[in-house]
T-cell receptor, first 112, second 117 residues
């Protein structure tokens, strides 16, 4: 299983762009990178998933360099409601053998 | 999108009693379900993986006789905390995966807060 490393915490202000980087040095060839958001006392919520280069959806962008040993979740113009814990997970997107395990996550606090 | 529900959302019980938590996939076949436990300010810790119709696979350090998991149908898995004690107080989260689609995307339930007095 590819181990992930993220900063424990980050602080930002409303309206700023936030970039959270995750290191996964031993990512396997068929592994995808998935990011989740979790609010207190709620289950994790899927944000975005990617394999390489750049993926963008309505809430975030995911940048993955060519070597895929890291990934960066980019949240544009954050608001107070983006205060949450963000987790990156690495694993196969198909095949049925993937057992999702969570690292420590990054606690993002957005200030007014 | 796929929806996973949990019931109850919170429960308070006396020490020594057993508590059952249900996890349901509402609009897809959950061939695999995962149970996590999360203590305050900590990450989710995987407790066990269950495939429909099979015995659950428990992670190291998780007592299978204390945390009984039943995955008898494609839409329901239950976690029973037997003889609960205060140290079992935690936030329990399930997730489900539709293996028939060949994808590993998993969908999380809203979680169940267990407080043992």
């Amino acid at each position: 299983l590819a181990k992930t490393t993220q900063p424990i915490s980050m602080d930002s202000y409303e309206g700023q762009e936030v970039n959270i980087t995750c290191s996964h040095n031993n990512i396997a060839t068929n592994d995808y990178i998935t990011w989740y958001q979790q609010f207190p006392s709620q289950g994790p919520r899927f944000i975005i998933q990617g394999y390489k280069t750049k993926v963008t959806n309505e809430v975030a962008s995911l940048f993955i360099p060519a070597d895929r040993k890291s990934s960066t979740l980019s949240l544009p113009r954050v608001s107070l409601s983006d205060t949450a814990v963000y987790y990156c997970l690495v694993g196969a997107a198909s095949g049925g053998s993937y057992i999702p395990t969570f690292g420590r996550g990054t606690s993002l606090i957005v200030h007014p | 999108g796929a929806v996973v529900s949990q019931h109850p959302s919170w429960v308070i019980c006396k020490s020594g009693t057993s508590v059952k938590i249900e996890c349901r996939s509402l609009d897809f076949q959950a061939t695999t379900m995962f149970w996590y436990r999360q203590f305050p300010k900590q990450s989710l810790m995987l407790m066990a993986t269950s495939n429909e119709g099979s015995k659950a696979t428990y992670e190291q350090g998780v007592e299978k006789d204390k945390f009984l998991i039943n995955h008898a149908s494609l839409t329901l898995s239950t976690l029973t905390v037997t003889s609960a004690h205060p140290e079992d107080s935690s936030f329990y989260i399930c997730s489900a995966r539709d293996g028939t689609r060949g994808e590993n995307e998993q969908f999380f339930g809203p979680g169940t807060r267990l407080t043992v007095l």
